[in-house]
Each structure stands twice: as C-alpha cells, then as structure tokens.
C-alpha cells in the first residue's frame, strides 16, 4: 500500500498555515509544521494535528533564508523520507505608501513571501520530480491581482509568487506535479486583526457576501487542491474571498 502523504507547510504557526496543517492532517497526511517565532503556536498546531492520528513534526526556520530552508529540508528527508506536499504560506506585511518606503521594508517584504518560495520549491520540485509525485499550494492574496494602496512590497510579492505558481505548473507537469496559487480575499487572523477598524469597515463594505473569510475556509481549498480530486488542476490562481474580487 502506498505510504501516507507528506506535508511542510510553511509558517503553521497560528492563523491560516495552522488551520492548513489541521485540515491536511483530518485527511491522514501528516504534516510538517514550519514556524519561525513563534515555538508556542507551533505547539499548539502539532497537538490539534496530532488529535487525529497522524505524525506532526515541528521544523524552526526563518523561510526568507537559504541555509535555513535548506536545513529544513534535509530534516525532512531525514524524518519522513520523502515530501508529497508543499504550502508555501509563510507571509508577512511591512505596510506604507510607495513614496516613504524604506529600502528595507520592501527587501523583507519580497524576501520572506517570495525568495522563501523559491527556495522550498527549488528543493520541494527536485524531490518530488523522482517520485513522480508532488502538490504545491502558494498562498497568494487578491492584494497580488488588483493591487493594494500601502502595500506595493505585499503585492509585488503577492504578484511575484502567481507568475511562479504559473512557470513552475508548465515546468513540472509531466512529473505529475501540480502547482497552484490561491488568492484569498480577508481573513481574519492575526495579521488582519492589526488594521485600523475604519479600513476594516471599508473593506466589508466591498465583500458582497458580507462577512469576513475564516483560515479554515483556506484550510478546506488546500485540502482540495492537494487532493486527487483536484488532478487535472495545475497552474491556476482561485479566490477565495466572498466574492471581493468580482
Ligand atoms: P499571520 O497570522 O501573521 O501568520 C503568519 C505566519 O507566517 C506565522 O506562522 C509566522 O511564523 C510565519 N512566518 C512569518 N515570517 C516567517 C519566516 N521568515 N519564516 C517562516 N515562517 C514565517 O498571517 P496569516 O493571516 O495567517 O497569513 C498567512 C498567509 O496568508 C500569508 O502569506 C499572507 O500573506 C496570506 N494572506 C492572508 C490574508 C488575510 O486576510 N489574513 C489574505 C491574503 C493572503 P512565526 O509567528 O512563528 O514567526
């Protein structure tokens, strides 16, 4: 019979990649929980991972770092053998208009949200290449297709990691590996939950159904990307955004 399923996903640590790694592990994968902070979220991911029977490991890594990644995966291969599945969810923001923008801010940006995918996939890819296997989900955001004001670093990256997911599709196809993007709209979580409430009002104001997306409602897309019902799926970018996008 063939093994179970392996799956990293990157910053698992609270909010979306938590409810990622939970949602994979209730579909008997088990799951590789990357964070870069925070030991105590992390903990928290593997023991809900863990509650339905599969092995939940915990990796520390700072993603936007070659060597560390690198690291990550050879423990990797050390514990598990192999890696079916990839989540490249990892992400943060350092917003600001474009004329005040610290050099920096726009580097770390694009460093930790799409020099971190490059990395994993680079590795991820050759792996999967010689088991003829492999899924990889890309965390984008609707701020990557129609831009965002305060945030050209978020949305360069954003954008950066739809025209990856598209290239490494066509790339890796025929080693049935398959590569998506998804672009949720906002989902409250700890990241979202630091704007200013007026531009929460305003951004509910511009979701037809109302209401403000849940991790799990990304958790349930990747669930399905990665599975075999989704096969014949590659190269595409799906928002998840209650309509936002429209
Ligand atoms: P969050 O609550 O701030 O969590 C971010 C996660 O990324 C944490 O687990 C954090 O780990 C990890 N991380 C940050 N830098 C890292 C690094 N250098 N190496 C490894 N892990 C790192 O954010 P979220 O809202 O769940 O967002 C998750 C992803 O969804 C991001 O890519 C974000 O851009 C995207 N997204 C979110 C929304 C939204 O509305 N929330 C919308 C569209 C897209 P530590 O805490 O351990 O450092």
Do not use: H, W
């Amino acid at each position: 019979m063939e093994s179970k399923r392996v799956a990293l996903v990157t910053g698992a640590s609270k909010g979306i990649g938590r409810a990622i790694a939970i949602r994979l592990a209730q579909s008997n994968i088990d799951v590789i929980i990357n964070y870069n902070k925070d030991l105590k979220g992390a903990e928290k991911t593997q023991k809900e991972c863990e509650s339905s029977g599969v092995e939940a490991r915990i990796l520390q890594g700072d993603m936007s770092n070659e060597e560390e990644v690198n690291t990550v995966f050879k423990n990797i291969m050390d514990q598990f053998g192999k890696i079916d599945i990839l989540v490249n969810n990892a992400g943060i923001t350092r917003d600001g208009l474009l004329i005040s923008m610290k050099e920096g801010d726009f580097r770390k940006v694009l460093e930790v949200n799409l020099f971190s995918a490059f990395y994993t996939m680079k590795l991820a890819a050759r792996l999967m290449a010689k088991k003829r296997f492999g899924r990889i989900v890309n965390i984008s955001s609707i701020v990557g297709i129609r831009g965002n004001r305060g945030q050209v670093n978020y949305s360069a990256s954003k954008a950066g990691l739809i025209g990856m997911t598209k290239s490494l599709a066509k790339e890796m196809a025929s080693r049935n590996i398959r590569v998506n993007a998804i672009a949720p709209g906002f989902i409250e979580t700890d990241m979202t939950d630091k704007l200013d409430p007026k531009i929460k009002e305003k951004m509910l104001a511009e979701i037809p159904v109302k209401y403000f997306g849940k991790p799990e409602d990304i958790g349930n897309l990747v669930n399905f990307l990665v599975s075999e019902e989704a096969s014949y799926i590659t190269g595409q970018v799906i928002s998840i955004d209650g309509g936002m996008n429209i």
